[in-house]
């Protein structure tokens, strides 16, 4: 499980839509990093550093709106659960 820092503002635009996305095999997680076409997970953590305040306690790639989104379940210290939706792409926070 993966610490990152999170902001208020991420917390509060998580919508109930995010667990609509079909999620994908783990075997087809690794064809599309392996092919260039989503971001491995440990890029993606990276790239929240200093966004994201609490701990990722899931993360699944799911197909969204014609693209791919990592949808991280994720604690807050006061005991919040948020879902939040990074494109897998480029990790910014959708």
């Known amino acids: 499980m993966a610490v990152v820092a999170l902001s208020l503002f991420a917390v509060t635009t998580a919508t109930e839509t995010v667990s609509a996305a079909p999620c994908l095999s783990q075997a087809k997680v690794r064809q599309l990093i392996s092919s260039g076409q989503a971001l491995p997970f440990s890029k993606i953590k990276r790239s929240l550093r200093g966004k994201v305040r609490g701990k990722v306690v899931k993360a699944e790639l799911c197909a969204a709106g014609g693209g ?8 807050t210290r006061s005991g919040k659960v948020s879902r939040l939706r990074v494109d897998a792409r480029n ?3 959708r």
Do not use: A, F, I
Request: cysteine-free.
């Open 68 to 75: 791919l989104v990592y949808v991280l379940t994720v604690l």
């Open 91 to 93: 990790g910014s926070l």
